[in-house]
C-alpha cells in the first residue's frame, strides 16, 4: 500500500506550504453552481458505492496489451484506488505490443449523467507506470472527451523530461463523424503528476467550448471538431499505451519491477465534484472572512487564539487560521460556524514548538464548506508583516501531556491520561478531520485501520499536539 504521507514533519511543514486554492468557476450573472450528486463522490469507506460507478468498465475490455481485472479498482483510505499489476511476464507472450500481460483498471459512472453546461473536477495522483492515468468522457454515440491522460513515469528515459509535466487534454470522434482526426491541447504542468495530488477540471461551458483546469487555474481550451451536445458517462481508468515507432512504444512499455510495486501501481482519485448551473436563490450569497484586530506584535508562545469576523447565508461553513513564517507553515486551527452577517469566532491554532524571535510571520485564514479541505475555500485572506518576541516557558503555556501508543499504530491507537469528553482529532497534513472521537474514560482505544500508512497529526484542545505514524 503507497503512503499517503511518508514523509518526516518536516516534509510535512514543506508540501503544506504549496497550497493553492481550487474552486468553481464564476457563475454567470444570476446562477449559482450547485452539486450533483450523482457524479460526485468522496470515496470515504471501504467499498466502492455500486450505486454510482461499475467497477470493470461494462462496454470496453481495454487497451491491449492491458486489460481491466474488476479486483485491481478498490476505495479504501479515502481513496478511488486504480491499481495496474502484472498478468503474465512479457517474455511469455508473441507480442507485447498486442497480447495481453498488463492488469489494469477502470470505474464508469453507471448512467450517462454527465451533460453539456456542466463543470468536473477531480482531486488526482497519478500513478509511477509507463501506463496513463485518466479522467474522461465517453460511451455517447459520438463523442469522446478526454480531461486528462496522463503519463506518470515513462520507460523511455528521452521522455521522463516532457511526459510527466504534460497536462493532456483531447477529443475524439465516432459514429456518425468518424474519420475526423482528434482535436487536443497539452499544458505544462510545473510539477510532475506522479509526486502530488492536484485537480484536474473540465468545463464543458456549451457544445463547441469545452475550458480545463488545473488546480482552480485556467490552463487551455479546445473547441469540438463538432457539436458536444450528447450525454456521456465519466470515466477513470489505467490504460499501456502500446503506439509503436519503427515497432518500439515511443513512451515505453510498463516496466514489471514498477508493476509489481505498491509504491508505484496505483493512480489515486482522492474526489471527484461535479456542478451544474441553478438560479441564484440566495444560498450562494458570498461567504466573507477576515480576522478582528489580529496582533502584528505577539510573545512566542504555543497556542495563540484569533477572533475571527465572517459573513454567510450557509449553515455548513467552517473557518481555518494557520500561522507561518514566510512559506513555512507552523499550524492551523478551524471552527465550525453558524450562518449570519458580521458575526464572530475564536479560533485557536496549537503549534509542535515556540516560534523564534523574528519578523516575516503572517495569518492566512479561509472559509470554506464543511467536510472540505482548502481546495473550496469561498473566502480568504492573510496579514503580513507579523513580528514574534520574547520567549514564555513552556509552562506559560498550559499544555497539559498525555501518553498515545504505540507508535507506530496500525490499528488501534491507544490514550491515557486524558479528560472524559475531550475530543480527540486526528488530521492529514491539508488540515482535513480523518477521525473524531471523545476520550471516554483513563484509557481510550481509538481504532485507525481506516488511514492509510503515513503521518498526521493529533490534536486535543489544551494538550500538546503529538504526530502519529500509521504502518
Do not use: C
Given at each position: 500500500m503507497i503512503k499517503k504521507l511518508q514523509f518526516t514533519l518536516l516534509l510535512f511543514v514543506f508540501f503544506v506550504s504549496w497550497i493553492v486554492t481550487s474552486q468553481t468557476p464564476t457563475p454567470p450573472n444570476g446562477k449559482m453552481w450547485v452539486a450533483v450528486p450523482e457524479l460526485t463522490d468522496e470515496f470515504t469507506g471501504n467499498k466502492?458505492?455500486?450505486?454510482k460507478w461499475d467497477d470493470l468498465h461494462p462496454h470496453w475490455s481495454g487497451r491491449p496489451p492491458s486489460r481491466f481485472k474488476r479486483e485491481n479498482t478498490t476505495v479504501g483510505g479515502g481513496y478511488l484506488r486504480l491499481k495496474s499489476t502484472l498478468l503474465r511476464d512479457p517474455s511469455t507472450v508473441n507480442d507485447p505490443l498486442k497480447d495481453i500481460w498488463v492488469n489494469s483498471a477502470s470505474c464508469v459512472s453507471k448512467n450517462k449523467s454527465a451533460k453539456v453546461g456542466y463543470y468536473y473536477e477531480a482531486r488526482m495522483k497519478a500513478s509511477?507506470?509507463?501506463?496513463?492515468?485518466?479522467?474522461?468522457?465517453?460511451?455517447?454515440?459520438?463523442?469522446?472527451?478526454?480531461?486528462?491522460?496522463?503519463?506518470?513515469?515513462?520507460?523511455?528515459a528521452n521522455r521522463q523530461n516532457d511526459l510527466p509535466f504534460e497536462y493532456a487534454a483531447n477529443t475524439h470522434y465516432y459514429g456518425p463523424h468518424q474519420g475526423l482526426p482528434p482535436k487536443k491541447s497539452t499544458w505544462k504542468m510545473p510539477v510532475r503528476g506522479r509526486d502530488d495530488f492536484h485537480v484536474y477540471g473540465l468545463?464543458?461551458?456549451?457544445?463547441?467550448?469545452?475550458?480545463?483546469?488545473?488546480?482552480?487555474?485556467?490552463?487551455?481550451?479546445?473547441?469540438?471538431?463538432?457539436?458536444?451536445?450528447?450525454?456521456?458517462?465519466?470515466?477513470?481508468?489505467?490504460e499501456v499505451f502500446p503506439f509503436a515507432q519503427a515497432g518500439v512504444p515511443s513512451i515505453g512499455l510498463p516496466r514489471v519491477e514498477n508493476l509489481n510495486n505498491n509504491n508505484m501501481n496505483t493512480m489515486y482519485v482522492d474526489w471527484v465534484r461535479t456542478y451544474k448551473l441553478a438560479d441564484d436563490d440566495g444560498t450562494n450569497a458570498p461567504d466573507k472572512i477576515t480576522l478582528a484586530n489580529p496582533a502584528l506584535?505577539?510573545?512566542?508562545?504555543?497556542?495563540?487564539?484569533?477572533?475571527?469576523?465572517?459573513?454567510?447565508?450557509n449553515n455548513n461553513r467552517e473557518v481555518l487560521v494557520s500561522f507561518w513564517k514566510?512559506?513555512?507553515?507552523?499550524?492551523?486551527?478551524?471552527?465550525?460556524?453558524?450562518?449570519?452577517?458580521?458575526?464572530?469566532?475564536?479560533?485557536?491554532?496549537?503549534?509542535?514548538?515556540?516560534?523564534?524571535?523574528?519578523?516575516?510571520y503572517k495569518y492566512k485564514y479561509h472559509i470554506r464548506p464543511r467536510g472540505t479541505d482548502h481546495t473550496q475555500a469561498t473566502d480568504e485572506g492573510e496579514v503580513v508583516n507579523v513580528k514574534v518576541n520574547g520567549t514564555l516557558s513552556l509552562n506559560d503555556n498550559?499544555?497539559?501531556?498525555?501518553?498515545?501508543?504505540?507508535?507506530?499504530?496500525?490499528?488501534?491507537?491507544?490514550?491515557?491520561?486524558?479528560?472524559?469528553?475531550?475530543?480527540?482529532?486526528?488530521?492529514?497534513?491539508?488540515?482535513r478531520k480523518l477521525i473524531e472521537t471523545a476520550a471516554k474514560n483513563d484509557i481510550t482505544k481509538v481504532n485507525v485501520n481506516t488511514l492509510k500508512a503515513g503521518s498526521y497529526l493529533v490534536r486535543i484542545k489544551g494538550y500538546e499536539i503529538k504526530r502519529l505514524i500509521v504502518k
Open positions: 466502492i458505492n455500486a450505486n509511477s507506470l509507463s501506463m496513463t492515468s485518466s479522467f474522461w468522457f465517453r460511451v455517447g454515440k459520438f463523442s469522446e472527451i478526454d480531461v486528462i491522460e496522463h503519463i506518470g513515469n515513462p520507460s523511455r468545463w464543458w461551458k456549451s457544445p463547441k467550448q469545452l475550458i480545463f483546469y488545473w488546480d482552480g487555474r485556467e490552463v487551455m481550451q479546445i473547441e469540438p471538431r463538432v457539436p458536444y451536445d450528447e450525454n456521456l458517462k465519466m470515466v477513470f481508468d489505467t506584535e505577539i510573545p512566542a508562545m504555543r497556542s495563540y487564539d484569533f477572533n475571527v469576523s465572517y459573513s454567510t447565508a514566510g512559506d513555512t507553515w507552523l499550524g492551523a486551527g478551524t471552527a465550525n460556524v453558524d450562518s449570519g452577517q458580521n458575526r464572530t469566532k475564536q479560533v485557536t491554532i496549537n503549534l509542535n514548538a515556540l516560534p523564534v524571535s523574528g519578523n516575516d498550559n499544555l497539559k501531556t498525555f501518553k498515545m501508543y504505540p507508535i507506530p499504530a496500525t490499528s488501534v491507537l491507544h490514550f491515557k491520561g486524558l479528560e472524559t469528553g475531550l475530543p480527540i482529532v486526528v488530521y492529514d497534513y491539508t488540515g
